[in-house]
């Protein structure tokens, strides 16, 4: 099938595509609805090398291990243990799940990102409570800074401080509405398109889908009657009975009626 051909069909089958598309749509939306509404909060650290004897580069290719490091070592279970041991203020009830579920929560909280051989690191903590949010990056930021965390550096070759401290969203930022609703329609359109591609002839459902609905708007254009309209150009007669004149009134006594019946000759029956 060729793009001309393809372009025919989905002109013809544009309805099929907008059904699909919209289902899509539809999922989409149900499926960011029902997710918590959280807040983010993000901060910046900043990685310092001693570089007394070694030259630019190499600092920056140890400031781009180290960054790398710290963003992987924050996403472990070992990291959060060690988040719950430290003397930091935050709900510690948060995670009060199982091993495998705390981690799995913790992993949907926090995100960390290294800059390479900047030696930033971008934190990023997300929370349904915007105050807690900032409650857990202070703890985080601390933590690495301590040198209490997973990783272990030498005070004397690193130092890590804290650039940008923890800014709390003012509105929730997971899910993302917008992106998640332009996924779901590139996905349904792309489905569509798909679906018609594969199966270019209409289903008998599509056939019968159509048919009913010519049907029922036949029996609406039946059903639907233009209401009568009088003429405006009709004699009207208000004049009542005591208006006429005498000598155009006729009166005739009443008619005696007789009955007939079908005995006798055909006067008889004609009333004769």
Known sequence: ????????LFKKRRATVITITLFFVIIGLIITLIQPLKYSAKSRLLILQ????TDAYTVSKSNEYVGGLI???IYSGSFLDSLEASSATFDRTYFNGS???NVKKWGETVFARSSGSTGVIDVEIYHTNPEEAKNIANAVNQLIISGQSPYKFDAN???????????????????NIPVNLAISLLAGFLASCSYIYLFPKERISEKIAKELFKEEKIIKHQAYQAPKIVPENLPIFTQTIEEL????????EP???TAHHFQGNISNVLGE
């Open 99 to 101: 091993y495998k579920d």
């Open 255 to 257: 008619e005696v009626k």
């Open 71 to 73: 963003s992987e070592v």
């Open 245 to 252: 004149p005498l000598d155009t009134l006729e009166i005739t």
């Open 157 to 175: 070759q690193t130092k890590i401080s804290i650039i940008d401290e923890p800014v709390v969203s003012s509105f929730p930022t997971k899910p």
């Open 50 to 53: 001693s570089n007394n004897s």
């Open 1 to 8: 099938m060729d793009t001309k051909d393809f372009i025919k």
